[in-house]
């Protein structure tokens, strides 16, 4: 059943690096695999239950390496056992089926978006070929995907895709708002998002993130509305208009502040697990 009672659990997840945050923009920004390590214990012990990585070759840059996605899910099973971790297959870090190379490693989840949409300066390319490999390749390695819905059409196509059996019910999906040229953090468009899913796809599970200063308005009303939440230096590096987020750990304490605003308890790692329906740990 979908989570709609504001006193079930809320999860956290938090976006650790991304692909376009430097070390120019918030000293904050975990680069290698061993800052990403520890910003994520850290988020993990704040409470965070999910993290979605990325990885970055040498010179800082996005990267779809599987070696290096391998040493991270690796050193992450070991330092923060338990967490949930999910693989970025976004376009930034590569192109076609390089986006899903890492897929074999078997992470707990990895995002995956069902359609295109515009980002500040280029077009974010999903071809429906991609996404049905992506997708495939999931199913396959038994990978939760996390819906990256950009666009109303994506929902509409993600609940085709679970009806079609190309994605596994119930579905998991993540309303992104406030990129560039895309679509704005507006509360109406929110609100239908929410029903939407809900008519098209009871079961389904729900969360938000929220770009830049709208990541703290996203939190609050997925919060408030029964969802789940990320939070990151991915998707904003500021704690508010004057000062930096010191760290990823430090947004995930924040979203817990609204979790316990809105009397709704922080989810565990293990309830996390069971309300997603991943696979039981080895």
């Given at each position: 059943m979908p989570i709609t009672d504001t006193s079930d659990p809320c999860i956290i997840c938090v976006a650790i690096t991304g692909s376009v945050p430097t070390k120019a923009d918030n000293p904050a920004v975990p680069i290698t695999i061993?800052?990403?390590?520890?910003?994520?214990?850290?988020?993990?012990e704040a409470g965070a239950s999910i993290v979605h990585v990325h990885v970055r070759d040498d010179e800082g840059k996005p990267s779809s390496d599987p070696e290096r996605f391998a040493r991270l899910k690796e050193e992450l099973e070991k330092h923060?056992?338990?967490?949930i971790i999910q693989f970025s297959t976004g376009g930034r870090s590569g192109s076609g089926t390089a986006r899903g190379g890492m897929l074999p490693l078997k992470p707990d989840m990895a995002s995956l978006t069902v359609g295109s949409n515009n980002f500040p300066t280029r077009v974010y390319e999903n071809p429906p070929d991609l996404v049905d490999w992506l997708a495939a390749e999931m199913l396959k390695h038994d990978i939760k995907p996390e819906i990256e819905a950009f666009d109303l059409s994506?929902?509409?196509?993600?609940?085709?895709?679970?009806?079609d059996g190309r994605l596994q019910a119930p579905?998991?999906?993540?309303?992104?708002?406030?990129v560039r040229n895309a679509m704005p953090v507006d509360r109406?468009?929110?609100?239908?998002?929410?029903?939407?899913?809900?008519?098209?796809?009871?079961?389904?599970?729900w969360c938000g993130a929220g770009i830049g200063a709208g990541q703290i308005l996203l939190n609050d009303w997925c919060i408030g509305a029964g969802g789940h939440?990320?939070?990151?230096?991915?998707?904003?590096?500021r704690l508010d208009r004057t000062n930096l987020a010191?760290?990823?750990?430090?947004?995930?304490?924040?979203?817990?502040?609204?979790?316990?605003?809105?009397?709704?308890?922080?989810?565990t790692w293990q309830q996390a697990r069971k309300m997603l329906g991943l696979r039981k740990l080895d």
């Amino acid at each position: 059943m979908p989570i709609t009672d504001t006193s079930d659990p809320c999860i956290i997840c938090v976006a650790i690096t991304g692909s376009v945050p430097t070390k120019a923009d918030n000293p904050a920004v975990p680069i290698t695999i061993e800052e990403q390590i520890e910003s994520t214990q850290e988020a993990f012990e704040a409470g965070a239950s999910i993290v979605h990585v990325h990885v970055r070759d040498d010179e800082g840059k996005p990267s779809s390496d599987p070696e290096r996605f391998a040493r991270l899910k690796e050193e992450l099973e070991k330092h923060c056992p338990g967490m949930i971790i999910q693989f970025s297959t976004g376009g930034r870090s590569g192109s076609g089926t390089a986006r899903g190379g890492m897929l074999p490693l078997k992470p707990d989840m990895a995002s995956l978006t069902v359609g295109s949409n515009n980002f500040p300066t280029r077009v974010y390319e999903n071809p429906p070929d991609l996404v049905d490999w992506l997708a495939a390749e999931m199913l396959k390695h038994d990978i939760k995907p996390e819906i990256e819905a950009f666009d109303l059409s994506h929902i509409f196509q993600a609940a085709k895709l679970a009806q079609d059996g190309r994605l596994q019910a119930p579905l998991y999906v993540q309303f992104v708002m406030g990129v560039r040229n895309a679509m704005p953090v507006d509360r109406e468009v929110f609100d239908f998002y929410v029903a939407t899913l809900k008519r098209l796809a009871p079961d389904a599970l729900w969360c938000g993130a929220g770009i830049g200063a709208g990541q703290i308005l996203l939190n609050d009303w997925c919060i408030g509305a029964g969802g789940h939440a990320r939070t990151g230096l991915e998707d904003n590096v500021r704690l508010d208009r004057t000062n930096l987020a010191p760290s990823n750990a430090a947004l995930v304490r924040r979203t817990a502040d609204i979790c316990e605003k809105h009397e709704r308890p922080v989810a565990t790692w293990q309830q996390a697990r069971k309300m997603l329906g991943l696979r039981k740990l080895d």
